[in-house]
């Protein structure tokens, strides 16, 4: 009887995925079928718009302006450029844009103060929640007046697996298995932790603005995530399967307690005692909460890699080997073209698809897509004019936008608003000033002079007002092209 209910759940869970899947073969707005005219006007009045960066990779080095040391400081080979000084002109400017237009507002992105690590070892211990809880009262009480919109975390996951699974993002740790560089950690039981004590953390923060400083400012509260979206390689159920675990492991881990309350079941019994568990009273504050999602959205294909073998590789080790991903679908074709990052492969639809789920699976929350864009390597031999026609990018926004817009009009995805990333070209955590994804061009030779590249004009011609625009019915089609997938006797893109 219990395995009986165990099966009919993971079938049940299978279903919700394909039922996201399957919602795509509605009447669709194609990527190749973008008007001309296409802008901001064919969104909700009330649809925000902006552009997003990040303190860290703007604000300069440490100790020379005051700024204390953070794990990335320890952790970075690469001196951070002196952005110091554009910075604060950027910071005055975000402070008069909040007390009149609004600001969304996050307050910790993938690194804390190195102090907390010598101390405790950060994350790592429980004592960082109440630390996180004071750090985000004094925040509260100084800029409550001005912010309305507040996220406890940006990219949780970068944090649980790029920095203690695979030791590429501070402070670094993992398995020497996983990473020779890493000098101390452990894969099969740090990021799972790190992941619980954030989860925490964030209770425990919503809690403290929702009962004493909501009612004074009126603001929301919620989190960033960052996820892939897996695809299938076909309609096999393992397939199914493989993509919904790694799904489950990369962004049910964060949606699922937030909302249900429990970790994923997948996660659970792949895990077992290695996962930290939640007490009633930690329940009583995770759920009905508002969610921000900061998309940057690579897809991959996920093939069943014999998930029988996996707790046959737990009884011997205590690791987790997922489903294979590859990049290619089974005919050889790359799934989208590979911008700089390694990891990343342009796919619009895929924000299309993962709006969907998320609405399918998570009782449909708002959502703001916090941060959407795609880098270029940095080029030290190309002129300032070539680098700013940057056409590629401009595509990227319109065909991920056009998407976006997909899932709010024929799915009714509670989707509120849409911030490209990133302002300003700036410092990419583990791969430096390689890599290019503003919106202007920073000339780290001369004084860190700016420039708008064309994306940046595109982007204020796409905000400019104009009178709404209906929908019309010429610009949606049936899924059903040559480049089309079938799953049963649906098509998926």
Same mark, same amino acid.
């Given at each position: 009887?219990?395995?009986? #209910?165990?099966?009919?759940? &993971?079938?049940?869970?299978?279903?919700?995925?394909?039922?996201?899947? =399957?919602?795509?073969?509605?009447?669709?707005?194609?990527?190749?079928?973008?008007?001309?005219?296409?802008?901001?006007?064919?969104?909700?009045?009330?649809?925000?718009?902006?552009?997003?960066?990040?303190?860290? &990779?703007?604000?300069?080095?440490?100790?020379?302006?005051?700024?204390?040391?953070?794990?990335?400081?320890? $952790?970075?080979?690469?001196?951070?450029?002196?952005?110091?000084?554009?910075?604060?002109?950027?910071?005055?400017?975000?402070?008069?844009?909040?007390?009149?237009?609004?600001?969304?507002?996050?307050?910790?992105?993938?690194?804390?103060?190195?102090?907390?690590?010598?101390?405790?070892?950060?994350?790592?211990?429980?004592?960082?929640?109440?630390?996180?809880?004071?750090?985000?009262?004094?925040?509260?009480?100084?800029?409550?007046?001005?912010?309305?919109?507040?996220?406890?975390?940006?990219?949780?996951?970068?944090?649980?697996?790029?920095?203690?699974?695979?030791?590429?993002?501070?402070?670094?740790?993992?398995?020497?298995?996983?990473?020779?560089?890493?000098?101390?950690?452990?894969?099969? #039981?740090?990021?799972?932790?790190?992941?619980?004590?954030?989860?925490?953390?964030?209770?425990?923060?919503? &809690?403290?603005?929702?009962?004493?400083?909501? /009612?004074?400012?009126?603001?929301?509260?919620?989190?960033?995530?960052?996820?892939?979206?897996?695809?299938?390689?076909?309609?096999?159920?393992?397939?199914?399967?493989?993509?919904?675990?790694?799904?489950?492991?990369?962004?049910?881990?964060?949606?699922?307690?937030?909302? *249900?309350?429990?970790?994923?079941?997948?996660?659970?019994? =792949?895990?077992?005692?290695? =996962?930290?568990?939640? #007490?009633?009273?930690?329940?009583?504050?995770?759920?009905?909460?508002?969610?921000?999602?900061?998309?940057?959205?690579?897809?991959?294909?996920?093939?069943?890699?014999?998930?029988?073998?996996?707790?046959?590789? =737990?009884?011997?080790? /205590?690791?987790?080997?997922?489903?294979?991903?590859?990049? *290619?679908?089974?005919?050889?074709?790359?799934?989208? /073209?590979?911008?700089?990052?390694?990891?990343?492969?342009?796919?619009?639809? +895929?924000?299309?698809?993962?709006?969907?789920?998320?609405?399918?699976?998570?009782?449909?929350?708002?959502?703001?897509?916090?941060?959407?864009?795609?880098?270029?390597?940095?080029?030290?031999?190309?002129?300032?004019?070539?680098?700013?026609?940057?056409?590629?990018?401009?595509?990227?926004?319109?065909?991920?936008?056009?998407?976006?817009?997909?899932?709010?009009?024929?799915?009714?995805?509670?989707?509120? +608003?849409?911030?490209?990333?990133?302002?300003?070209?700036? $410092?990419?955590?583990?791969?430096?000033?390689?890599?290019?994804?503003?919106?202007?061009?920073?000339?780290?030779?001369?004084?860190?002079?700016?420039?708008?590249?064309?994306?940046?004009?595109?982007?204020?011609?796409?905000?400019?007002?104009?009178?709404?625009?209906?929908?019309?019915?010429?610009?949606?089609?049936?899924?059903?092209?040559?480049?089309?997938?079938?799953?049963?006797?649906?098509?998926?893109?």
């Amino acid at each position: 009887m219990v395995m009986a #209910t165990k099966h009919s759940l &993971q079938l049940l869970a299978m279903l919700i995925f394909l039922i996201s899947l =399957l919602a795509l073969t509605k009447p669709t707005m194609a990527d190749d079928d973008i008007p001309e005219d296409f802008s901001s006007s064919y969104f909700p009045d009330d649809f925000i718009f902006g552009t997003a960066t990040s303190a860290y &990779q703007i604000e300069g080095e440490a100790t020379t302006k005051g700024r204390g040391p953070s794990v990335w400081d320890t $952790f970075s080979k690469e001196t951070q450029k002196e952005y110091w000084m554009a910075a604060m002109e950027t910071l005055q400017l975000i402070s008069i844009i909040a007390s009149k237009i609004g600001a969304f507002c996050y307050y910790f992105s993938l690194g804390h103060s190195s102090s907390l690590e010598d101390k405790y070892g950060g994350f790592l211990s429980r004592d960082i929640v109440y630390d996180y809880y004071e750090y985000a009262n004094l925040l509260f009480e100084e800029f409550g007046d001005r912010v309305k919109y507040w996220m406890t975390f940006n990219e949780p996951w970068s944090l649980s697996g790029f920095s203690y699974d695979y030791g590429v993002f501070a402070p670094g740790r993992c398995s020497s298995w996983v990473n020779r560089q890493c000098r101390a950690g452990n894969s099969a #039981t740090e990021p799972y932790i790190v992941a619980h004590h954030l989860l925490l953390s964030h209770a425990a923060v919503v &809690q403290l603005y929702r009962e004493k400083f909501k /009612p004074i400012h009126g603001g929301q509260i919620g989190i960033t995530l960052f996820t892939f979206w897996y695809e299938p390689l076909s309609n096999e159920p393992a397939d199914v399967e493989a993509a919904k675990t790694a799904l489950d492991f990369m962004f049910g881990l964060w949606m699922d307690p937030m909302t *249900y309350g429990t970790y994923p079941r997948t996660v659970r019994d =792949l895990v077992g005692d290695r =996962l930290p568990k939640f #007490t009633d009273e930690n329940l009583s504050f995770l759920e009905d909460h508002m969610i921000f999602l900061g998309y940057n959205i690579t897809l991959h294909i996920m093939q069943n890699q014999m998930l029988q073998l996996i707790q046959i590789i =737990l009884d011997t080790k /205590p690791i987790i080997i997922l489903p294979r991903l590859v990049t *290619y679908d089974y005919d050889g074709n790359l799934i989208g /073209p590979q911008a700089y990052s390694s990891w990343f492969y342009i796919f619009p639809k +895929g924000i299309r698809h993962l709006l969907n789920y998320t609405k399918d699976t998570y009782n449909n929350p708002v959502i703001y897509i916090t941060e959407n864009g795609v880098d270029n390597n940095n080029n030290e031999t190309q002129p300032i004019e070539e680098a700013l026609q940057d056409e590629f990018r401009i595509n990227y926004y319109r065909k991920h936008l056009w998407n976006a817009l997909g899932s709010l009009k024929n799915y009714s995805v509670n989707v509120k +608003g849409y911030f490209a990333w990133s302002y300003l070209d700036n $410092f990419e955590w583990n791969i430096g000033y390689t890599s290019r994804f503003g919106l202007y061009y920073v000339d780290y030779k001369d004084n860190l002079k700016r420039y708008p590249k064309d994306s940046a004009k595109w982007f204020t011609k796409f905000l400019k007002h104009s009178p709404k625009k209906p929908l019309q019915s010429n610009k949606i089609y049936e899924v059903t092209s040559r480049n089309s997938r079938k799953v049963g006797k649906y098509y998926i893109m």
